[in-house]
C-alpha cells in the first residue's frame, strides 16, 4: 500500500505518483561483466491493489522460488507477480519482517539464477557496492555503482549507507560486493538533495528464510523508518539538522546516540560535526582522532581533520590528510584541497 511518507522516501514506484532522484552510473568497462551476472539475480516485483491500481518494485533471488522485495512493495496488496526474462511468475505467499521491511516471497517455477549471500556486517568503509533494480519503467536492471559510506548498528546486524544512488522502483533490488555476493537490500533514502541511501542486512533476510509462510495480502505493519520521529534510530534523526545546519540539535541529538550506543563510531563523528561547525575545535579533533583510530578508512573524519590542521597551520599534516584521502574517496579529497586553495586534479 502507498503510504504518504514525509520523512524519508522509498524506492518503489506506484502508478499514483512518481519521485526520482539521480543514479550513479556504472562507468568502467571491466565491470560490465559482474553487472550482468549480478543483473541476473534481480526481477521485477508488479504489485496489484485493491483499489485498480499496481506498484512497481524490485526483487532478488535467493533460493529455489524464494525472491526477497521491501515489506512497502508488497503492503496493501491484492496479488503480487514477479517478471524474469519477460516471463510473469505469481507470488502464492510470503514471510514478513516488517519492521525491517524485507519480504520474502514464494514464486513457485521461477527460474532466475539464485543469489551468492555475502555479509552485511563484514562490510567495510569505502568498500565499492553495485546496486541494481528496476528504476522507475525500465524494462531492464539498471545498476549503480558506488562505496559504503555508513554502517549503523541495528538491533543484531547493521544498515548500510552507500554513496550509490536509486530511484523509484528499485525497491527490493539488490546490493552485490565487487565479486558478486548479495550483501544488502535497497530500501529507503532521506528526502531532498544530497540524500543518504540506506540498504538492508542480508543476515536479517537470511534468518527470515526460516519464518513461517502467509498469505499475501496480510495485514501489513510499519517499517521503522516510518515510524514517528522519537521512535527512529539515531543515525535517521542525525539527518535533518546535518542538512539544515542546526548544530547544537545535531550535538544534542549525537551526544545522545554516543551516550546510548558509545561503541558506535558514527556518533562521535556527527558529534564531531557538530563541535567543529560551533568552533569547540579541540573537542572535535579529539573526537575524530577516536573515530579514524576504530576505522581508518572513515573519508568524512579524515576531511574534518585536514580543515582542523590546515586552520591549526599544520600544512603537512592536511596534506597527509588529502594524500589519505586520495586513496579513499577522491571527491572528498578535491573537496580538502579546495578548502587549503589547491587546485583539485
Not at 504518504?4 to 502508478?15: D, E, F, H, R
Not at 491484492?78 to 516471497?105: F, M, Q, R, T
Amino acid at each position: 500500500m502507498a503510504r504518504p511518507v514525509t520523512a524519508l522516501v522509498p524506492a518503489l514506484l506506484l502508478s499514483t505518483g512518481l519521485l526520482s532522484c539521480l543514479a550513479t552510473p556504472i562507468y568502467a568497462a571491466h565491470t560490465d561483466e559482474l553487472v550482468q551476472k549480478i543483473s541476473a539475480h534481480v526481477v521485477k516485483v508488479q504489485v496489484g491493489l485493491a483499489n485498480g491500481g499496481y506498484g512497481l518494485g524490485s526483487g532478488v533471488v535467493i533460493a529455489k522460488d524464494q525472491v526477497v522485495t521491501n515489506c512497502h512493495v508488497v503492503a496493501g496488496a491484492v496479488s503480487v507477480s514477479v517478471n524474469s526474462n519477460g516471463e510473469n511468475y505469481s507470488a502464492s505467499a510470503l514471510k514478513p519482517d516488517w519492521y525491517h521491511d524485507l519480504c520474502i516471497l514464494t514464486v513457485a517455477g521461477l527460474t532466475a539464477p539464485i543469489a551468492t549471500f555475502g555479509s552485511s556486517e563484514n562490510l567495510k568503509y569505502e568498500q565499492p557496492v553495485y546496486t541494481v533494480g528496476f528504476a522507475n519503467f525500465s524494462p531492464r536492471p539498471n545498476g549503480t555503482f558506488g562505496f559504503v559510506k555508513g554502517l549503523y548498528p541495528m538491533d543484531d546486524s547493521v544498515v548500510i549507507r552507500a554513496s550509490n544512488a536509486f530511484r523509484m522502483g528499485d525497491s527490493g533490488g539488490g546490493m552485490f560486493d565487487d565479486v558478486g555476493n548479495l550483501v544488502g537490500i535497497v530500501t529507503v533514502k532521506s528526502p531532498g538533495r544530497d540524500a543518504f541511501y540506506y540498504n538492508m542486512s542480508v543476515e536479517w533476510v537470511q534468518r527470515l528464510m526460516s519464518k513461517p509462510e502467509q498469505p499475501i495480502a496480510s495485514k501489513s505493519e510499519l517499517a521503522f523508518w516510518a515510524e514517528s520521529h522519537e521512535k527512529w534510530p539515531f543515525f535517521m534523526k542525525i539527518v535533518q539538522p546535518l542538512k539544515t545546519g542546526d548544530w547544537a540539535a545535531l550535538e544534542t541529538i549525537a551526544s545522545q546516540w554516543a551516550e546510548q550506543e558509545p561503541q558506535t563510531t558514527e556518533a562521535l563523528f556527527y558529534r564531531a560535526v557538530a563541535e567543529f561547525s560551533l568552533k569547540n575545535t579541540a573537542y572535535a579533533e579529539l573526537h575524530l582522532n577516536q573515530v579514524v583510530a576504530t576505522n581508518s578508512n572513515h573519508s568524512s573524519a579524515l576531511y574534518y581533520l585536514g580543515l582542523i590542521a590546515e586552520e591549526n597551520g599544520k600544512r603537512i599534516e592536511a596534506l597527509n590528510m588529502v594524500a589519505a584521502l586520495d586513496m579513499l574517496d577522491v571527491n572528498i579529497a578535491n573537496d580538502l584541497k579546495s578548502a587549503m586553495g589547491i587546485k583539485a586534479d
